[in-house]
């Protein structure tokens, strides 16, 4: 069964600090891996999507990588900024489709 | 707007009353499922449906009915709540089974006394 851990489960940094969020998985054999964001009484927002096939995924300041023999993915978020302030969950989808969540990284960053 | 909507969004209720929290899309979405979210636990499937009248077990299913009836709609029922239950519960939807991009509702906070 897959397991999925996300390390730290909490994080605070200064505003314009760049950000290190980890994300660990027991089962290589994945399709995909995905990061989200989870806002306070707000669903899940989809930030970055990287295929098994791919060693990165980049969106504006967001950048994400994917090193699957060794079962780990990071998120980088460059020059943090308060409203960079949020939950940070990974999920891996295994050849049956269904998602495995890690726990998530809860991001504060201080203005 | 696309989006997947829950209702209700807070709910406190006692063990053992039934309840239904209901959730609807506005995409055409063939795959939905249902969601906990518990502290450091992640999110844990309840239960998915790839389409009308097709409905399967996730990894937590017990205590929880579903049913599809239409495509745009996706109850999730409790029959006896208990304590163990309360829990932050999401509903998802994506195109189909083997599609990428999932939509999550807002979530519906529960509280079983």
């Known amino acids: 069964k897959q397991e999925v851990t996300q390390i730290p489960a909490a994080l605070s940094v200064p505003e314009g600090e760049n950000l290190v969020l980890n994300c660990s998985f027991t089962d290589s054999a994945i399709y995909n891996l995905q990061w989200f964001r989870q806002d306070p009484g707000k669903g899940l927002t989809s930030l970055l999507l990287?295929?098994?096939?791919?060693r990165e995924q980049t969106s504006g300041r967001l950048n994400a990588s994917l090193d699957k023999s060794s079962g780990r993915s990071t998120l980088y978020i460059a020059a943090s900024q308060p409203g960079d302030s949020a939950t940070y969950l990974c999920a891996v989808r295994p050849p049956d489709y269904k998602l495995s969540f890690g726990a998530g990284t809860t991001v504060t960053v201080r203005a | 707007e696309a989006q997947v909507t829950q209702n209700p969004r807070y709910l406190i209720t006692v063990t053992g009353k039934k309840l239904t929290v209901t959730c609807s899309q506005n995409?055409?979405?063939?795959?939905m499922s249902w969601y906990r979210q518990d502290p450091g636990l992640g999110l844990r499937q309840i239960y998915y449906s790839m389409n009308v009248e097709v409905t399967d077990k996730g990894d937590v299913p017990e205590g929880y009915k579903v049913s599809r009836k239409e495509k745009r709609n996706f109850p999730l029922i409790l029959e006896s709540p208990s304590p163990n239950q309360t829990s932050l519960y999401f509903c998802a939807s994506r195109t189909d089974q083997s599609s990428y991009e999932q939509y999550f509702g807002p979530g519906t906070r529960l509280t079983v006394t």
């Open positions: 995409m055409n979405h063939e795959y």
């Open positions: 990287i295929q098994s096939s791919q």
